[in-house]
């Protein structure tokens, strides 16, 4: 009964079945349903996102709200922490169970459209007519829509005011300050403090947006059309050349502080915990530091070169409807609350970033805080340049791989030059494999 | 396995054929969960070796590629160097601690049950994603450790922040819940028959004598199966390196335990393919860790049957 | 030698001890320095969650700047918020958690004493075949058959429940125990089986009568280490729970931590401790039943 024949055969008929369940449920054919005309049945679809507590709670409010205007559509929320929430996502793609509404973030957003596994919103009733055209662009992979942007965050110094004026250093003109300033400013932070804080944190080599940044104040841009990555090498190493002399001077603090500082996320970081004076952030988190730290907070531009606008509008995430879904209509019309009712955007407020339509917006300003009004107030003063390409479909991980290098590059272990090149090879390398 | 019972089980199979029903029906069960749950989906996930697979459309055979590309993979090296060092430094040193609190909490000290609880109270939080702040707040650059080192005017740097320390810190999180093994090592010394203490001390045997003579042999097969378990689990650690780094690994993949850089290259960079064949690749080297094990078990494992 | 051993183990244990009459002095101070020892040692070992304790009792923005253990504040507004910082209250994760884990005990204890006591005590054609594919299964990371596993268990519809993470433990897949107890069932002398085979037992008598009661300390460390794995195990609850109520305490911890907004940490310390207390209770009062001696094996 227990011979070897018989494992074998029993073992392979089961491997066998398996693999053809699996071929089968990861089929992400799109759905025969018309996406554009609602059930008059009742419908139940789900709506997947990742946050804190308070997120959960406004969308509960959000959803009781939609289920009231529309009697037969019943909302099951799903929701996990940041990092939990990709597997989940990732696995219940896999099996073919991927939910309705799935909220999606930019590193993400060409991975799930290129594999087919998002719908192409252009077939249903969203509503993009409210939101600005250079938005929408940030949503768009091939030329087709396929999420839908919920608003918009802009690259930012935060900058601790209080330690500022304790110390005796002014605030900068933003509008017309280098980068030799900021050093300059960190130096004499640290310096006028004795030592107990720093000028600055890390302001680059840990997030995306920094190495986007750096790339257009050269003109260049990290992405260009084909999967290719454009990124001059240059512009990379002069970011990691600038932190590594600012450590050196004393304005940046040390390379294991800084690790300690992004492991610590934006409640216990350096500037929430007041050891450092400024930082890169998006201006969206203002609200979060506030929070975590009692000190007046102020946002300042980042260093512009003359004429040129590297900063851009960094879309907060996204709504999009699963390609596989039994009913997208509905969905597409949940999707659509979330964006353009103003009820919900009352109640979501600034914490799916500032409303990208500009209805929400004035419907928010009510109840606005003194944080998301500063945000606000901030990104009217910033010029952004043209939208970059959406991350591409290989380069989701390139955070991961930025890290890597910049910890190699602050613990000495290579040259900025040699980092940079280092990077783009393996990066290029990873969105060729997966093509 | 001794001589004897090799014998023994010989002569019976001759005897007792009847024994085949009867374990049938004991491993009824586990047949049951081999075919259904365990078999089938590792027979899948042999098969997806062989392919490319980002999970969101259906896996393409590739043939041997994954397994050409582990030999020019660096970060899979580097990463095998962090576990291999993990595993060595850690298992023997998380074994020793527990085998020594256990014959210190067996018996003859007064409030035992409370001291066990305390020193198994850390393996019940080693997983939680608490631990990734409290880790820092022990190992980082102004944390305890340094506080402690203070005293004695030393300076400390960031242990956890660090590329050159950081896996040491994981090292000592792997120590640091020895409790498990602990409880182990309790049970089987109660197993131990007190009168062979008695008989060894009546003939003039001192406690580390009778440690050598009488609890070490009794406890091996304990101590063989703590070994291979151990080292089973910690090639295969995931959790408290996922918790205390972040996800990353980092920093600069200084605490990339394999399953990690697994984790990341079958989730996070849609490449399940891959992580497929590298799963394998985790079955082989444990595999044979835990062949040697066994062979080696003659030499110093001793059973009673 | 042999009738010593029908006395109860805690009254010869003391013996070693009363006999050493010359040596009491030393035997005294080995004792202080002993307790002496595993209270420095506690100490050292306790002392990130004595933190832990310590902060979640101060406010959130007086956790960072103190390393220290001093209790300078007692506020327990970190319990009240964390109690209902979720759609439910932590109490109701926490039961899903202590569902998952009885669930997973019972399995593993029922499934696995069964295999065990076929691979130590039956003789089969191919057992060492078998044996070895058990150790095999063990081997294979999760991350890897957890996709196929879960495209499986979502066919017949058990995702989101606790399904796929307790009906694995009653097929004994945790192969480990299976492993464990073997090695303890090898430690019973075999007389006692024959014993009873030759007054008319068969196997089943022999393994509920016998083998089991004689396995307690195993079956208490299958019980202990289940536990803890089942505790800490984030990854297939994340997997296979995806609906936020179904959450066991280990999904709903993670869910305070969110790295682009505050986290509220006061809260995720609070709820830490409060998962931990009543287990750390049950392991205080429920080891002399996890750890009875046993006192028939020394009739050599």
Known sequence: MFSKKNLFRGGGAVAAAA?????????????????????????????????????????????????????????TPQYAD??????????????????????????????????????????????????????????????????????????SVVANADLFKKYGVALPDDDTWTWDDYAKIANELTQKSGGKIHGSDQMGGFDAGSVKYWARQDGGEVFGDGNKVTLNPDSLAKMWQYELDLQKSGGMWSPANITESFNA??????????????????????????????????????????????????????????????????????????????????????????????????????????????AIAYAKRVTPGQAPLVTPNGASTIEAILQRYTQDVFAGKQTPQDAANAFIKELQGEIDAAQ | ???????????????????????????????????????????????????????????????????????????????????????????????????????????????????????????????????????????????????????????????????????????????????????????????????LYEAASMDGAGKWRQ???????????????????????????????????????????????????????GFRNFDMGYASALAWLLVLIIGAFTAVNFWASKYWVFYDD | ???????????????????????????????????AVLILGALIMLYPVLWMVVSSLRPNDAIFGDPTLVLRTFKVDNYVNGWNALTQPFGHYLINSVIVVIGCIVGNLVACSLAAYAFSRLNFRGKRWWFGIMLVTIMIPIHVIIVPQYIMFSKIGWVNTFLPLIVPKL??????????????????????????????????????????PLMVPALGTTTVFTFIWTWNDFFSQLIYLTKPENYTSSLALRSFVDAQSATDWGAVFAMSVISLVPVFLVFLFGQRFLLKGIATTGGK
């Open chain 1, 82 to 155: 940041w990092n939990g929430y990709w597997d989940q996502l990732a696995t219940s793609t896999a099996a073919g169970t991927m939910p309705d509404v799935v909220q999606m973030d930019e590193l993400y957003l060409a991975s799930y459209a290129g594999k087919g596994a998002l719908l192409d919103l252009g077939t249903t009733n969203l509503d993009t007519s409210k939101v600005d055209e250079a938005v929408l662009d940030t949503g768009k992979v091939d030329g087709k829509l396929y999420a839908m942007p919920t608003g918009v965050g802009v690259y």
């Open chain 3, 171 to 212: 097929l004994a897949t945790d192969a480990f125990f299976v492993f464990l107890m073997v090695q303890f069932i090898r430690g019973i002398p075999r007389e006692l089986d024959e014993a009873a085979r030759i007054d008319g037992a068969g196997h089943f008598r022999i393994f509920t009568q016998i083998i089991l």
């Open chain 1, 265 to 374: 996320g934006t409640s216990a970081n350096g500037l929430a915990t007041s050891k450092v004076a400024m930082s890169t952030q998006y201006n969206t988190q203002l609200t979060a530091f506030e929070a975590a730290n009692k000190s007046h907070f102020v946002l300042l531009k980042l260093p512009e070169p003359q004429g040129i606008h590297p900063n851009s509008y960094k879309p907060a995430m996204y709504w999009t409807v699963s390609s596989t879904s039994k009913h997208p209509a509905e969905a597409a019309e949940f999707a659509n609350f979330l964006v353009n009712d103003p009820e919900a955007a009352k109640i979501i407020g600034t914490d799916r970033g500032v409303p990208a339509n500009p209805d929400s917006q004035k419907a928010i300003e009510p109840t606005l805080t003194s944080a998301d009004k500063a």
């Open chain 2, 1 to 195: 396995m001794s001589v004897v019972s090799e014998l023994r089980d010989l002569k019976n199979a001759g005897k007792s054929r009847g024994d085949g029903k009867a374990a049938f029906w004991f491993l009824l069960p586990w047949f049951i969960g081999l075919f259904a749950v365990t078999a089938g989906p590792m027979l899948v996930s042999l098969g997806l070796s062989f392919t490319k697979y980002n999970l969101l459309q259906a896996p393409q055979f590739n043939g041997l590629e994954n397994f050409k590309r582990m030999l020019g993979d660096e970060r899979l090296l580097h990463s095998l160097g962090v576990t291999f060092l993990y595993v060595i430094v850690s298992v023997p040193l998380q074994l020793a601690f527990a085998l020594a609190l256990a014959v210190l909490l067996d018996r003859g000290v007064k409030g035992l049950s409370f001291y066990r609880s305390v020193y198994y109270l850390p393996s019940l939080i080693g997983g939680s994603v608490a631990i990734a702040v409290l880790w820092r707040v022990v190992f980082g650059a102004d944390g305890i450790f340094n506080q402690f080192l203070g005293i004695f005017g030393i300076h400390g740097q960031g242990w956890i922040s660090s590329p050159n320390t950081a896996i040491w810190t994981l090292i000592a999180l792997n120590v640091w819940t020895f409790g498990a093994p602990m409880v182990i090592f309790l049970a089987g010394l109660r197993q131990i028959p007190v009168s």
């Open chain 1, 19 to 75: 693999a053809m369940a699996l071929g089968l449920a990861a089929c992400g054919g799109s759905s025969s349903t018309d996406a554009k005309k609602l059930s008059t049945d009742p419908v139940t679809i789900t709506v997947d996102f990742w946050g804190g507590d308070a997120r959960v709670q406004a969308t509960q409010k959000v959803i009781d709200a939609f289920e009231k205007e529309h009697s037969n559509i019943t909302v």
């Open chain 3, 1 to 35: 030698m042999t009738d010593l051993s029908t006395a109860t183990p805690v009254a010869t244990a003391k013996k070693p001890a009363q006999k050493k009459m010359k040596t009491s002095v030393f035997f005294s101070w080995s004792s202080t320095f002993k307790h």
């Open chain 2, 211 to 265: 440690f050598r003579s009488v609890t070490l042999p009794m406890l091996s097969p304990i101590i063989f199966f703590n070994l291979v378990l151990q080292i089973i689990h910690s090639f295969q650690s995931f959790t408290q390196a996922f918790v205390v780094s972040g996800g990353t690994g980092g920093p600069a993949d200084s605490t990339l335990l394999f399953s990690l850089y697994l984790y990341q290259r």
